[in-house]
């Protein structure tokens, strides 16, 4: 299969929303396909270690 790969910039340049390189993969037809941005990528891995972290008696406790 053969997909356009762009690079674009993405945040504001603050500690919460730092400047990062974002990968897209679109189709010839201008539909994205997948997204990788990395500071999303950190943010999941902070939440799933909080998470894993609150656990008692071996039952993960999920705050919403």
């Given at each position: ?14 500690k ?11 189709t010839?037809?201008g ?8 500071y999303?990528?950190?943010i ?17 406790l999920?705050?919403?």
């Amino acid at each position: 299969i053969q997909v356009i790969e762009t690079v674009i910039n993405r945040g504001m340049g603050t500690k919460d929303d730092p400047v990062r390189n974002v990968t897209q993969y679109w189709t010839f037809e201008g539909k994205i396909l997948a997204e990788f941005d990395p500071y999303e990528k950190d943010i999941a891995r902070i939440e799933h270690e909080k998470m894993m972290r609150e656990t008692y008696n071996g039952q993960i406790l999920v705050k919403w």
